[in-house]
């Protein structure tokens, strides 16, 4: 079993239990980097590093390590964040720890990047791998220059960049679309027509296991999302399908949604889900990835589950 061990930092939070649960159930051997000690699942093992704030050594954690999921890092929390802090724990953290699994013979380090490494634009074109990065905050450009810098490791590295990621545990923007769906009376929505790329979190969970493998081309960065973006309008119809209900959308025009917004101070808020930001995992898909899951009957099991909530 040792040469199916498989580092995982940032276990803890919404994505991380399903990474670990699926690399479970695929036969690895999951090591979980903690910050503190705490509960862990049956069928994996654990090591306290600490927190990435500060320098950690890797040496004791990656010991027999045959792979590293790195999830670990500062999520974007918008405006007013310490630009030296995203460059310490998502850039230097990172890459401090690719540089150890390369002294350490680690033959796959994925890293989960954002798709704000390549732009932080909404309504702009649909997304390709081929572009020329452009990220215009400081969380996008710390993922940025983590992907970069592991390019000059000596190392097979995959860096993931997920679009808006949703499932069971899902907080911020599309638990509120969530909570929205499930008022029993009409929405304002049904004028949202804008397609955006969405990522069930069995996409991202398959993704990762897709990328440990050597079917996928290592060093290479992959944009990641359900192959099919979707509206907002869309989005809440197959919530509300989830809850056995009619879409109940009235068309009302998005430019007033957005002036109200604006009202309100939510503007920015309104952009991030009614925006337009298509990016299809097209590098992925020729590699050989198959998605476990479509976006509308997924978007329906999770209200379906989250019918209480």
């Given at each position: ?156 590295w995959v860096a993931l960049r997920p679009v808006l990621i949703y499932g069971p545990g899902v907080k911020a923007n599309m638990a509120a679309l969530l909570k929205l769906a499930r008022l029993p009376v009409p929405l304002p929505f049904g004028g949202l027509k804008a397609p955006r790329s969405l ?25 990641l999302s359900d192959p099919e973006p979707i509206s907002v309008s869309g989005m809440l119809a197959a919530m509300r399908a989830g809850l056995g209900r009619g879409p109940g959308l009235l068309p009302v025009p998005e430019a007033w949604l957005r002036r109200l917004a604006r009202l309100a101070g ?44």
């Open positions: 079993m040792a040469d199916r061990r498989v580092l995982v930092t940032g276990a803890s939070g919404f994505v991380g239990p399903h990474v670990v649960a699926a690399l479970i159930q695929a036969g690895y051997l999951p090591r979980l980097a903690l910050r503190r000690a705490q509960p862990i699942p049956a069928g994996a093992e654990a090591v306290v590093t600490g927190d990435l704030s500060a320098a950690v050594n890797w040496r004791p954690a990656l010991e027999g390590v045959d792979h590293v999921v790195h999830m670990a890092g500062l999520a974007h929390a918008g405006p007013g964040l310490d630009e030296a802090l995203y460059r310490r724990i998502n850039t230097e953290a990172t890459l401090e720890l690719g540089r150890a699994a390369a002294s350490a013979g680690v033959r796959r380090f994925v890293y989960l990047s954002s798709i704000k490494a390549l732009t932080d634009a909404f309504d702009g074109p649909p997304l390709t791998e081929e572009m020329q990065p452009a990220p215009d905050d400081p969380y996008g450009c710390s993922k940025l220059a983590a992907e970069r810098g592991l390019a000059e490791i000596d190392l097979d990522l069930a979190v069995e996409n991202l969970v398959s993704a990762i296991l897709f990328a440990l493998t050597p079917a996928c081309p290592a060093r290479q960065s992959y944009a939510r503007e920015e808020t309104f952009l991030k889900l009614a925006g337009s930001l298509v990016a299809r995992p097209e590098r992925l898909l020729r590699a050989g990835w198959q998605p476990l899951v479509e976006t509308k009957p997924a978007l329906a099991r999770l209200a379906a589950s989250n019918r209480a909530g």
